[in-house]
């Protein structure tokens, strides 16, 4: 088992989870931020949690658009993923790499379906408000959620098991609880610094409401607003992942076992876009008057 762990270096492991949710969190609000453009809102700040901006310049189609776009950005950055998995060499960085940008899109697609009509906020109860029978379409969307929570918790298992490569079983789930536990608990802390930071020191507006109510402008209450949003749309729809590795044992694979050094160059990446993500969106990144 030692001699196993020394070829999964927890630091790489770690700054890859970085990347990637790093990546889903900024595509899916640069998704918005674009087709708003688009269709002539003018923008204000694009944030972790939210995009600021003139949002009554929307006609029906495009508040729809824009409502979906950040979903769009988050599938084709899932696309883009499959490609990378798929198209690796054998258990290696490229394989690991694919898989968390895979999955840290996916859950904020699948979890923002099934939590959205639940909790009565986010992009899809935009668009639910936009038609005269909520009720149904509220029930609908829930129900492809959790559709879609079954076909991705399918993809996520079964490509974690061509992850994690051959070897000893036992071996096969440890280092698949490794690299589960890096994913989620990069997603909850990087979750809790972007909503600390929008919440404190982003726009007043960056986590305004579905129906027009802005969230609170004071200092504390802002910032536990912020943390508790960010923790919900990021972190709560991920924790499937970590239970993907009791899967694997069910699923051998043929081939060497996954083989994890030391990547200098992807910690440096980690750094780099943690900083534009906690740095940058997270207080809000200027794109017009405020």
Known sequence: MSA???HFDA????????????SA???????????????GVPLEAVTALGVTGRWGALRMAGTLLTSVSGTAANVL?????????RSSDGPGLRGVLGWLLFVSSGWIVAGHLVLSPVLGAGDWMTVVDLFANRGPLRVSAFVTGVFVCGVLWKATHERLAYVVGGGLSATRVE????????????AAALAAG???????????????????VVLPESAPAAVVAGCLAALIGYALVALPI?????????????????????????IVAAFVTLTLVVGILGPGLRVGPV
């Open 4 to 6: 196993e762990r020394d």
């Open 11 to 22: 630091r790489t492991a770690t700054a890859a989870a970085v990347v990637a949710w790093s």
């Open 25 to 39: 969190i900024a595509f899916h609000q640069v998704g918005h931020a674009l087709v708003a453009n688009a269709f």
């Open 77 to 85: 950055l899932m696309a883009c993923a499959w490609f990378v998995m």
């Open 175 to 186: 280092v698949a609880r490794r690299l589960t536990r890096a994913a989620w608990a990069t």
């Open 194 to 212: 972007v909503g600390v930071v929008t919440g404190g020191w982003g726009p007043s507006d960056a986590m305004l409401q579905h129906n027009g």
């Open 242 to 266: 970590v239970l993907a590795p009791r899967m694997v044992e069910e699923r051998p694979v043929p081939g060497p076992p996954l083989s994890l050094p030391r990547s200098p160059a992807l």
